[in-house]
């Protein structure tokens, strides 16, 4: 297996790997001053000549991170279960997403693909999970939800049936979703409100990988 990225989130995904006897060969980094993570080789930027057979996974926690750099990517993507997450065997997955320890997903859920499904979290029946979600630990999705590409479910959240949230919002940690989300929405609270509403959801998905830039600092909202 490669990874790509050397931070937290890559720490539990070595961690969760070495612990079922995966071996990795290889982690890029982008960042030039990481030499060893983990005890393993951090390779630099990545090239897409190297272990071409592996499988690889974007190991960043950031959506529109792993968005921006899912298309640059040559090698196949793997799915990354823990061994102590319940997958219903209803439950359909794209590829390159992670599901973490104690992670339930139910019957009849779609997650996409490079999703993050964090230590935890519920994602009930009928779920339709769009790529580069991540539902952040704790969090609990009622039966049909509905999540737009990019979005994140803060932690410990609970989302009541039936809601469709839309892309690229961002969920408060504990709120409690109880309405349809339009897209770009940062809410929080319980009930949710929306407290500022982004204009990255009228646009692409290549251009929600723009936040942080021209004044709209979404990295700085405790992500
Ligand atoms: C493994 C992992 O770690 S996965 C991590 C996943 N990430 C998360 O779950 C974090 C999601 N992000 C958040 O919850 C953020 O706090 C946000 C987006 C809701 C708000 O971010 P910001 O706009 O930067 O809020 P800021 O920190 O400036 O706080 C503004 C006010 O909102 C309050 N506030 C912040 N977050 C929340 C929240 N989730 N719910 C209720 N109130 C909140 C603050 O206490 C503060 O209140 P005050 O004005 O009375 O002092």
Redesign the pocket.
Known sequence: MLIYGAGGHAKIIISLLMDSGASVKAIFDDDPAKRIFEGIAVIGSYDPDLHMNEALILAI?DNASRAQLAAKIGHRFANVFHHSSLINRNAHFGSGNVILHRAVIQTDTIIGNHCII?TGAIVEHECKISDFVHI??GSVLCGNVTVGECT?I??GSVVVPNVVIGKNC?I????VVTKNIPDGA?I??NPARI?KQTHYGKKNLALATAYGRDGNDLH????
């Open positions: 926690g964090n952040a630990p994140l803060g932690a961002l408060g940690a504990g709120s940062i929080r609270g407290i700085s909202t405790g992500l």
